[in-house]
């Protein structure tokens, strides 16, 4: 089987990785950016970093042990993904600077056209461009009449200096909190544009010392301890974000227990309280983003931003005056392969399949698109924990489908249409009683369905995907050999 993988982040290339590991030998990756790491490429900004523990944060199959920190920056991660790409022998089968832009099904085979005209088959597609590519920048009014440089966090201008500049922040998610103390401490002035106070609770971040580091690798059980330990704590954690979400409320005391203790100012304490129910967004670490917002040189301002000037950002009652402008703003989430046109059985493309709700089984499989897989699709995101667990999970599944195709004289797998009605309706009944509900937050669609997270526990993930069942996939020769098959068994057979 030939099997094309979309995206060599770490679901891509963790499905090519576990498939090498399974004896197949014919895997190609396209990856639009030049390198692999995906959002670990792209995501650059100064204090990336993982808000996981890195000792779950990587391959169960590929520990690493040595992590510089607790929480590791992303440029190690990105190198520790480099190394596995080489220890895991995937090098030749990468090819970077190639943006997949459409895939078609043609009942036997998937046909791929990239952006640059290249033309490739495959057996078995596997799409995996992950949740939070396509940068957010909110239509504020004015924006193109700003003077200075503006951009992304996940788009960083390196050649930007931000020395003694004046540097507006518009957004306080996970990944402004991680470059606004790394800005403040080269800007001359920094505004933070807070639409919502986070939750940000101490991330208890440290340095590995090579003391631990040669621990872990004389007696690596210690390491697997560890790793599993943090997963149990996770593993809890989500049971309260899925099932007893009036648990997390606990967590809100400790959370102003947090700013009584991190921020003095009465006034700067007000504005970083919370208005919705813990949990609903992302909850947040840091160990230096309140204490970076009291400093002097740094404002927050919480009222809405009105419009961009030449000079600045505005609010109804203050100009702030800004050299740069950056945006914190997220992803667009909502359209799940955003950037491949993907056209599966009869012509249907995955557009709209999910015109009216993206779902799929399992957050792997659609329908109409045989032969046809996602990584980290719809509902696979967690509120906590590792979201390396769910795509190893996804990888054995995929590995699973092609081990089946190869070994037996079938050729087509498909999600049976059955199966994908009933998960959605279990979905949906599970998600009443999660945690994600409540606020506006990139998990929801337009018609506030939660079309991000998993609701159940991780390990209720790792069970239903461990392997593919034939009650679940309609499993085939194929749609052209079945067709000659039914020629051949009504007679006379007519040829054409
Ligand atoms: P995000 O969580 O979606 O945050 C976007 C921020 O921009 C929010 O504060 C949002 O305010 C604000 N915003 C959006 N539009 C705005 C507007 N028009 N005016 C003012 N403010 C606006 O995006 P993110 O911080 O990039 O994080 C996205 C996800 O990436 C995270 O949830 C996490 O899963 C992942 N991430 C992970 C790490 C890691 O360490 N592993 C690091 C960074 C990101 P509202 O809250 O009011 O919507």
Known sequence: MKVIVIGAGFGGLGVALKLRAAGHRNITIYERAPEVGGTWWYNTYPGAACDAPSHVYSYSFAQNVEWSRRFAPGHEIQAYLKRCVLDGGLADAIHTNTEVSSAVWTGRHWKLTSANGRTDTADVLVAAVGQLTEPAIPPIEGLERFAGPLFHTARWRHDVDLTGKRVGVIGTGASAIQVVPAIALAAEQTVVFQRSAPYVFTKADVEYTEKLHQRYRRLPGLKTAARQGIWAYFEMVTAAFTRFPGVLSALGRIHRRVLRSQVPDLQ??????????????????????????????VTLEADPICRVTEVGIATDATLHELDVIIFGTGFRTTSFVPSVAITGRGGRTLADAWSQRAVAFLGLSV????????????????????????????????????????QTSARVIEVKAATYRKFLVDIDKRQQHTAWHGCHSWYLDEQQRDTHNWPWLMSDYRRRTRRVRSSDYSITAGEDQTARMDCCSSSPCQRP
């Open 367 to 406: 329908p109409d698109f045989p032969n046809m897989f996602l990584v980290y699709g719809p509902n696979t995101n967690l509120g906590s924990g590792s979201i390396i667990y769910m795509l190893e999970a996804q990888a054995d599944h995929i590995v699973d489908a092609v081990d089946q195709l190869s």
């Open 268 to 297: 700067l304490r007000a504005k970083l309280r919370p208005d919705y129910p813990i949990g609903c967004k992302r909850i947040l670490i840091s160990d230096d983003y309140y204490a970076t917002l009291s400093r002097t040189d």
